[in-house]
């Protein structure tokens, strides 16, 4: 997994993770199996694709961090 960590001026620090679709480690991570909302642990799985033309083999992924709420409609 990869760890994310945001600073906003005047609040604190906020650490999340992210991980890697298909890595069988995933199987055996302790606080990703703790989130027992499926949707929720599933929004931390980021599936990893190869970048169009790289010669090196470089993936790409995108993961959306927000900080706040969501107002009720």
């Known amino acids: ?3 994310v960590a945001v600073k906003v001026k005047g609040e604190d620090e906020f650490t999340t993770q ?3 679709k298909g890595e069988p480690q995933n199987a055996r991570d302790f606080v990703l199996n ?3 909302d499926r949707a929720a642990r599933e929004s931390l799985i980021v599936d990893f694709a ?3 033309d790289s010669r090196i083999g470089e993936l790409a992924a ?3 961090v927000v900080l ?3 107002p009720e409609a």
């Open 18 to 20: 992210c991980y890697v």
């Open 34 to 36: 703790a989130i027992r």
């Open 50 to 52: 190869p970048v169009k």
């Open 62 to 64: 995108t993961f959306d």
């Open 1 to 3: 997994h990869i760890h």
């Open 68 to 70: 706040g709420f969501t």
